[in-house]
């Protein structure tokens, strides 16, 4: 039996593995272990660590690493306590592997954790080309991973272009696509989105139609997020239907 532990650092970190996850729970030759860290563990990011739990999860530990606030050393902090944590939680575990996913910030923690220990890792959804700061930890992590699976044809030549054997490179898709089918295939969809989300606001009618909107900040355009939120707020506002505004993922 193979112990692969998976760190998930995020909501869309788990969105993106979730159905991976089934598939190692329900494999016999594998000991699945899930280490849950950054946001994921935080109330105010809806604390995805209880929805993985919910849906049937056993989670082995969890790391509290973030610095609240938005100054711009605290993404660094929180790298700097994901190491920390997590080089004595792999020492415990020695995993046959470790799993990290795509490009947010704190991932690179997971990656090198896993690379100085000699532990064999993988990454998911490497190759893609964002911009701002997740390419360069995106493409980080490439390097220090020893298997990928990539999400597209383009991202299998870039990470091939990058050095990286191509006989450790598959190209499997996104694995939150077979969420999506689910989603789409369910009768769940039939519900009030304002009793489901709880949000703040009035309920309005949408029967004429609405907008969702959800904006990311750009990492590499520190202290221009309010300015950038009140044009896409005036935008809005212009356009003159009801909105649904979601935080960033």
Aim: glycine share 6%.
């Amino acid at each position: 039996m193979r112990q692969i532990c998976v760190i998930i650092s995020a909501r869309p970190s788990y969105s993106r593995i979730k159905s991976v996850l089934d598939a190692m729970q329900e494999n016999p030759d594998i000991d699945l272990k899930i280490v849950v860290t950054s946001s994921a563990v935080l109330e105010r990011y809806g604390k995805v660590v209880d929805l993985i739990k919910s849906d049937g999860f056993h989670v082995y530990d969890e790391v509290y690493s973030v610095i609240e606030g938005g100054h711009i050393c605290n993404p660094v902090k929180d790298v700097g306590n994901c190491l920390i944590e997590l080089s004595s939680i792999l020492y415990r575990l020695k995993p046959d592997a470790v799993v990290t996913i795509a490009d947010r910030y704190e991932t690179i923690a997971n990656a090198i954790s896993a690379a100085y220990m000699n532990i064999p890792l993988i990454h998911i959804q490497g190759g893609e080309f964002t911009g701002s700061i997740d390419n360069k930890v995106r493409h980080s992590i490439t390097k220090l991973a020893d298997v990928h699976f990539v999400a597209s044809p383009l991202a299998e030549h870039r990470v091939i272009s990058m050095g990286e054997d191509p006989k450790m490179v598959f190209n499997t898709g996104c694995p939150s696509i077979d969420l999506a089918v689910d989603v789409i295939n369910s009768p769940q969809l039939n519900f009030d989105p304002f009793v489901k989300y709880n949000g703040l606001g009035r309920s309005f009618d949408i029967s004429h139609g609405y907008l969702v909107v959800l904006q990311h900040p750009v990492t590499t355009e520190f202290g221009k997020s309010y300015e950038q939120t009140n044009t896409t707020l005036q935008a809005v506002k212009d356009i003159g239907k009801p909105v649904f505004w979601f935080w960033p993922n």
